[in-house]
């Protein structure tokens, strides 16, 4: 089902980091359904040839570009590709995330370091460079992928729940900061979404119960995204979306001893 109309992105051009995989690719799709340029960006060239390979099939113009976001001269380099891509950049979505379930006991401090690492210093990373590089100039979109559990305690999550809550911070103060340069920052909050690595993982670990029975898909966590880069949102900036139908710390639980 089409909620916006087939041009409502024509000519815009979007990164995308996560963006061959699970939601991250399917923020991709939905983009480019909606006419805009896409480019995709991940650690991994094996999923990234066959996630563009997917999109261009289905008439977007696509590309892509390996990158780590942890490291700043490969977010330089993922930058100039943009630019010599497709000339410029409109919409930055921060989905590429690390994580894994762990309880606190678990947890060693090199496991929590990479997630931080990858979540908060990757979001800050891509910001720092596409302000830099394009929305100084320009104005520009910025819609960041956070977590609901980033507002609560929640089980097995301690170090994604820091990082995200990093993410969240970071969103508002940037749009405070950029806000009369045209730059809007907001963030969208998945619940659980089937079909991911990470749904899958984390039920594993919480025997089963990592709130599937209020799943969403891929498609709306999309939909909010899509929203929020349009002028429909104009005048939206510095919020935190939650995408979530279950209520608050019901959604992630200790599993029954």
């Not at 805009?36 to 991994?44: C, F, P, T, W, Y």
Request: negative net charge; proline residues 2%; charged residues 20%.
């Amino acid at each position: 089902m089409n909620i916006f109309t087939n041009d409502v992105m024509k000519n815009k051009v979007v990164l995308v980091t996560g963006g061959a995989t699970g939601i991250g690719k399917g923020i991709a799709s939905l983009f480019g359904q909606y006419g805009a340029k896409v480019m995709i960006a991940s650690r991994k060239e094996q999923v990234l040839v066959s996630a563009a390979k997917d999109l261009q099939q289905a008439g977007v113009e696509a590309d892509l570009c390996v990158c780590d976001i942890r490291e700043p001269a490969a977010v330089e380099q993922l930058m100039v590709a943009v630019r010599a891509r497709f000339g410029g950049l409109d919409i930055l979505v921060n989905n590429a995330a690390g994580n894994f379930p762990a309880s606190i006991e678990q947890l060693s401090p090199n496991g929590f370091k990479t997630v931080v690492d990858i979540d908060l210093n990757g979001t800050f990373n891509m910001t720092k460079a596409a302000f830099e590089h394009f929305f100084k100039s320009a104005g520009g979109n910025i819609i960041n992928i956070s977590a609901p559990f980033a507002g609560w305690g929640v089980a097995y999550q301690a170090h994604a729940a820091a990082a995200k809550s990093g993410i969240d911070s970071l969103t508002r103060s940037c749009a405070v900061e950029w806000q009369r340069q045209g730059i809007r920052v907001n963030a969208v909050a998945p619940g659980a979404v089937i079909d991911t690595e990470g749904l899958e993982r984390l039920s594993d670990a919480l025997a089963g119960d990592a709130g599937s029975t209020n799943a969403c898909q891929a498609s709306d966590i999309a939909n909010c995204v899509v929203f929020l880069a349009s002028d429909a949102a104009r005048f939206i900036s510095g919020e935190i979306i939650r995408v979530d139908s279950a209520t608050g710390v019901d959604l992630l639980k200790l599993p029954s001893t």
